[in-house]
């Protein structure tokens, strides 16, 4: 009897132990097939986020928040996905959107080439040509250009505002505090002859001025506080020196923004600060083969210097002839920065 009794027990034993096998071995292929859907998933995922981090990668700066952001939600839904196949896709989905955070990586690559803070315009004039140009012919009906001075008053300035009236046209100024202490009379003519006032600062000097958001602001209203005081009259449009790339990183622009600064860089460099000494004609052709290919209003950059006063007769004509209007910036347009 008990020998009898033994043997079906052996046989379950055995049936168990095959059975066990049985489920092992297929919970093994279904792991094996689920990880296969993931890699799969996880591929394409990253090709579809491809034009979300170009997209990203234009904004510039604040980017890297939202990446870290992003890159912890990304790893949980990863460890889920393990063993459960038939949620994968829905998982793998949703991370399309998280995604990008691979990209910040490639933007560093983007920094160098503005890494110097001279007024290099190449780099910065696609960035600026992206954003729709609100202002083109708003004020009438015909093309407009901004032709902007900074760094003066300068002994050069009165010819440069000879040759504007002369023209029958406005421009704005960006004025140091030191400059407009030393030419009085200049900032006066200046307001005077109805163009723009802009605020440049006081030392013009990047490691000073840029030492934090602070400074800069710092400087921006001891240059106001002196031009109210010689010429009567205070503004709120201001251009840093060797304009907002790349120095202006997100802690700066977020506080300009909050001073009520409005803060314009430019879109057409004449490239007269490029040396000591630039010749006229170079001046000249620098600023009209730019404005050519220019799909949007020109804000273009000059300074108060000998040769400018000397390409701008050829400058003036030119615009004009193209059907140009030249005016002054003012608060109610939207600013040309390098930023957006
Ligand atoms: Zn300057």
Same mark, same amino acid.
């Given at each position: 009897?008990? =020998?009898?009794?033994?043997?079906?027990?052996?046989?379950?034993?055995?049936?168990?132990?095959?059975?066990?096998?049985?489920?092992?071995?297929?919970?093994?292929?279904?792991?094996?097939?689920?990880?296969?859907?993931?890699?799969?998933?996880?591929?394409?995922?990253?090709?579809?986020?491809?034009?979300?981090?170009?997209?990203? %990668?234009?904004?510039?700066?604040?980017?890297?928040?939202?990446?870290?952001?992003?890159?912890?939600?990304? &790893?949980?839904?990863?460890?889920?996905?393990?063993?459960?196949?038939?949620?994968?896709?829905?998982?793998?989905?949703?991370?399309?959107?998280?995604?990008?955070?691979?990209?910040?990586?490639?933007? +560093?690559?983007?920094? +160098?080439?503005?890494?110097?803070?001279?007024?290099? &315009?190449?780099?910065?004039?696609?960035? &600026?040509?992206?954003?729709?140009?609100?202002?083109?012919?708003?004020?009438?009906?015909?093309?407009?250009?901004?032709?902007?001075?900074?760094?003066? +008053?300068?002994?050069? %300035?009165?010819?440069?505002?000879?040759?504007?009236?002369?023209?029958?046209?406005?421009?704005?100024?960006?004025?140091?505090?030191?400059?407009?202490?030393?030419?009085?009379?200049?900032?006066?003519?200046?307001?005077?002859?109805?163009?723009?006032?802009?605020?440049?600062?006081?030392?013009?000097?990047?490691?000073?001025?840029?030492?934090?958001?602070?400074?800069?602001? =710092?400087?921006?209203?001891?240059?106001?506080?002196?031009?109210?005081?010689?010429?009567?009259?205070?503004?709120?449009?201001?251009?840093?020196?060797?304009?907002?790339?790349?120095?202006?990183?997100?802690?700066?622009?977020?506080?300009?923004?909050?001073?009520?600064?409005?803060?314009?860089?430019?879109?057409?460099?004449?490239?007269?600060?490029?040396?000591?000494?630039?010749?006229?004609?170079?001046?000249?052709?620098?600023?009209?083969?730019?404005?050519?290919?220019?799909?949007?209003?020109?804000?273009?950059?000059?300074?108060?210097?000998?040769?400018?006063?000397?390409?701008?007769?050829?400058?003036?004509?030119?615009?004009?002839?193209?059907?140009?209007?030249?005016?002054?910036?003012?608060?109610?347009?939207?600013? &040309?920065?390098?930023?957006?």
């Amino acid at each position: 009897m008990q =020998q009898i009794n033994k043997k079906p027990r052996k046989r379950k034993g055995i049936m168990m132990a095959v059975l066990s096998l049985f489920v092992l071995t297929g919970l093994y292929g279904a792991l094996e097939y689920g990880k296969g859907n993931q890699v799969q998933h996880a591929k394409t995922t990253e090709k579809e986020n491809r034009p979300l981090d170009l997209a990203a %990668t234009d904004d510039g700066e604040p980017e890297p928040i939202d990446v870290e952001r992003e890159a912890g939600t990304e &790893v949980e839904p990863v460890e889920q996905q393990g063993g459960k196949q038939p949620e994968q896709q829905v998982s793998t989905e949703q991370k399309p959107d998280k995604k990008p955070p691979a990209e910040p990586s490639k933007k +560093p690559p983007e920094q +160098p080439a503005g890494e110097k803070p001279q007024p290099s &315009v190449p780099i910065k004039q696609p960035e &600026v040509e992206k954003r729709p140009d609100p202002q083109g012919t708003k004020q009438t009906g015909q093309q407009v250009a901004y032709l902007t001075f900074d760094d003066g +008053p300068t002994p050069f %300035t009165p010819q440069i505002l000879d040759l504007l009236k002369a023209a029958d046209v406005k421009a704005t100024f960006f004025l140091l505090s030191g400059q407009i202490e030393r030419y009085p009379d200049v900032a006066k003519r200046i307001v005077a002859e109805g163009h723009a006032v802009g605020l440049h600062g006081v030392t013009h000097v990047a490691s000073k001025i840029y030492r934090s958001p602070q400074t800069v602001l =710092q400087e921006m209203d001891t240059c106001n506080d002196v031009l109210q005081k010689i010429t009567g009259v205070r503004t709120d449009l201001i251009r840093v020196p060797f304009g907002s790339y790349p120095h202006l990183t997100l802690p700066y622009r977020e506080a300009i923004a909050h001073s009520g600064y409005q803060l314009w860089d430019w879109n057409v460099d004449s490239t007269d600060s490029s040396a000591l000494s630039v010749p006229s004609d170079q001046i000249y052709r620098q600023v009209i083969e730019q404005v050519t290919h220019l799909k949007h209003s020109p804000v273009i950059l000059f300074h108060d210097k000998k040769t400018t006063s000397e390409a701008l007769p050829g400058i003036l004509q030119q615009l004009q002839a193209k059907g140009y209007g030249m005016h002054r910036l003012s608060s109610d347009l939207p600013p &040309v920065t390098f930023w957006n």
